[in-house]
């Protein structure tokens, strides 16, 4: 048999195993009839029907190439993985100085535009890699992978002051994100000038975020690395404006943005009883854990009352459903990142002289989000609708564009960088980086996880510096400071509220 021909899996009865030239292309069509609908309508959206539908095929004919949505969707994971994989393959040496930056420049146009070639399947690879389908274990098998090629890379490159591993988590969480971000905003009409929200300004196209992605990288990888390394960029990063210190620094005027509007509170469970505020606090929390655990789409209510102790008659008393309760705690959320940034807001301008603050805040911030998973996964999806879960995916994601500044206070570097980008990173280090430890380490205590988000912040210079971590690689000495350090595992075994 030829390696070229296409194996087709048993059907409902006794057929060839081969699949000839017209059912390549009708396994083809299903292929790409999918890919089409995961963008319009989402993973989550779409259903075989569907797919065989559109694909003017029958649901028997589909399942004779596929067993189900989940096993195309892989098939399409490997193939842009595989791309991912040839290209790191490629890089360059990397190091401090301009040949280093162009091939660091240069790998990150190429991840770039793998990304947009695959786009479709990038924005759902984030929105499908929640807990409780067949999709997980593939990805989690394939970024370790990444991961690791990435690491070997970094070694060889002599890079200091952060344990490879945990660079490459680092990078890969930083880059995956943004270009995530830049993909996910381009159908809300932001990729053209004037048309983003009030405050986001012009749209940032994908060479202008690579340049600025590459600075921020080179710098977490090389904190020293001389600014004139950057001058090759010359293109329309931030102009620099002479100081009084003489120093050449870069910066664009920030948003004119103060705090994010609150989400209207949901007042609902505002006037219960004692004990009724116990027993809803329960099927809140029972909520968390079973959201991240299993992702929202894949929980139900049955699991959801398993978990806090109750019957389902309990839980139908103080919600409609399964939404109700998501959006219950999207409120909760919402406010506890508006209080979290209140606290940043005020300790913003004392963060030269006292670090310490910001390493107590992100203590705060980094636990929320492992805590809250299960729900900002729900928002990444964009599904399901409701006109509260939209309003806090509108507050969200004005915040990562604008936050930064708003929170901080305008910011000026050595290095071009645009704040809008800085802000984009400040956030998605903050919420995503501590995510893909405990994804890649379940076990990994939190202050070691705060310890290195404050590290990467700091050799980015996107926070002042809080202490001598060049001094010894961030998790080199793990074992010792978990004998101390409060662990936080993932799944199941979330911190219980």
Known sequence: MSENEILRRASYGPTSPVVGARGSRTR?????????????????????????????VSRAT???????????????LEECGGALMR???????LEPGELGFDNLHWWLGEWAWVYDRYATMFVQWANVSSPGTAIPPLVSRFSAAYRERIAQRLTSSGVTGLAAADAALALTALVS?????RHADA???REHPGTGPAGRGTAMGTDYLTDNLAVLVQLILFPHTPVSVFAQLGREIPTPRPPSTGERLWSVPAPATGPLPALPPDGRLRQLSSRATVTVRRLLDAGIRCFTEKGYHQCSVDDIVTEAGYARGTFYKYFDEKLDLLVALSGEAIETITELDGRLRRIGPALGSDPAQLRSWLGDAVAFHLRYLGVTRAWL???????????????VGERLHTGYTALLG???????????VASIAFFTLLERLPEAMVAAEPDRPLAEIVDLVATVLERAHLCPQSGPHDSQPAGADRDSARADATSVPSGRHLPRP
């Open 28 to 56: 083809t069509r299903i292929v790409d009839t999918a890919l089409a609908l995961f963008e319009s309508q989402g993973f989550h959206g779409t259903s075989v029907d569907d797919i065989a539908k559109a694909a003017e």
């Open 62 to 76: 589909l399942y004779q190439y596929f067993e189900s949505k989940e096993q195309i969707f892989v098939e399409l």
């Open 87 to 93: 290209v790191v393959r490629r890089i360059g040496p």
């Open 177 to 181: 994100s943004c270009n995530y971000t």
């Open 187 to 189: 159908p809300l009409g």
């Open 381 to 395: 999806d964009r599904r399901p609708c409701h006109p509260r879960l939209d309003a806090a995916r509108r507050l």
């Open 410 to 420: 305008p910011a000026r570097w050595s290095h071009p960088l645009d704040p809008r």
